[in-house]
């Protein structure tokens, strides 16, 4: 089963909106917030999970915030704790400050192999500038394997607004980001 950034994106934003009054609650809380992201028992990447048919393992995973994952991508034969996988299935880092650099989290799942890598961060203010997209865009673009990214489409930038609870995804094409809307 091979998930895309449409089917990822769509079950983001309906978990975040199913969640979104303890979300809202905590968005200015940044230990909190993530935590309801990624490492709470009823965290927002494990909904994610169920809603795609996919395993979650939540909580940093080799330096990796979560991982979804299929049940045949276990290491058979050995016991189940701790995790041992020899695929992915999603990649996902979450990063609260986009201003920390977000070129870290880019280039970071650049170098996994994984079906589809996720970044979701927070912009401040009126929302992310071209420029810092163009440099997302731009560290992509120079990878040995932009043009597989590229076809493949299984690269998704996800923006999330305090403002309005607004969420953006954008895959990366060769050319330039292109906008998903959820279904």
């Known amino acids: 089963m091979n998930i895309t950034a449409s089917k ?7 978990t975040v909106h199913e ?11 940044a230990t909190k917030f993530t ?17 795609v048919g996919l395993e979650c393992f939540p909580s940093d995973y080799y330096s990796v915030d979560s991982v979804l994952y299929q049940k045949c991508d276990l290491v058979p ?16 880092e979450h990063e609260n400050d986009i201003r920390s650099g977000i070129y870290k ?13 996720v970044l979701v961060t927070y912009p401040i203010g009126d929302g992310i ?5 163009a440099h997302a865009h731009a560290i992509i673009h120079g990878a040995r394997h932009e043009k597989e990214i590229s076809d493949k489409e299984n690269f998704l930038l996800i923006l999330g607004s305090e403002t309005d609870f607004a ?14 809307k959820p279904i």
């Open 105 to 117: 989290e880019v280039s970071h799942l650049l170098i996994l192999n994984a079906d589809l890598r």
């Open 77 to 92: 034969e050995i016991p189940e704790v701790p995790t041992w996988l020899r695929a992915l299935s999603v990649a996902f």
């Open 8 to 14: 990822f994106f769509n079950a983001w934003v309906a």
């Open 167 to 180: 969420w953006q995804g954008f895959v990366y094409k060769h050319d330039d980001w292109k906008e998903i």
């Open 35 to 51: 935590s309801l992201v990624k490492s709470s028992d009823d965290c927002v990447i494990k909904r994610v999970a169920v809603r």
């Open 129 to 133: 500038t071209d420029q810092e997209l």
């Open 19 to 29: 969640m979104r009054p303890v979300l809202v609650e905590n968005w200015r809380n």
